[in-house]
């Protein structure tokens, strides 16, 4: 079983057993998003959906 801090970091489970989202599962979600070509500016889609 870990003992260190950074161990535990380590270990998804960890993570998930106190109610976070494990690093990487968070870096996957911003390079899902950023990857879209997000705009610089708001558009239509942003405050309507059609």
Known sequence: MPQTLA???LLPDE?????????H???AMV??????GV?????YADFFSA
Do not use: C, H, I
Request: proline share 15%; aromatic share 4%.
């Open 15 to 23: 993570w998930r057993r106190r109610g976070m989202t494990p690093p």
């Open 7 to 9: 161990d535990l970091r």
């Open 25 to 27: 599962v968070l870096d």
């Open 39 to 43: 705009p610089s500016e708001p558009t």
């Open 31 to 36: 390079r899902d998003r950023v990857g879209r």
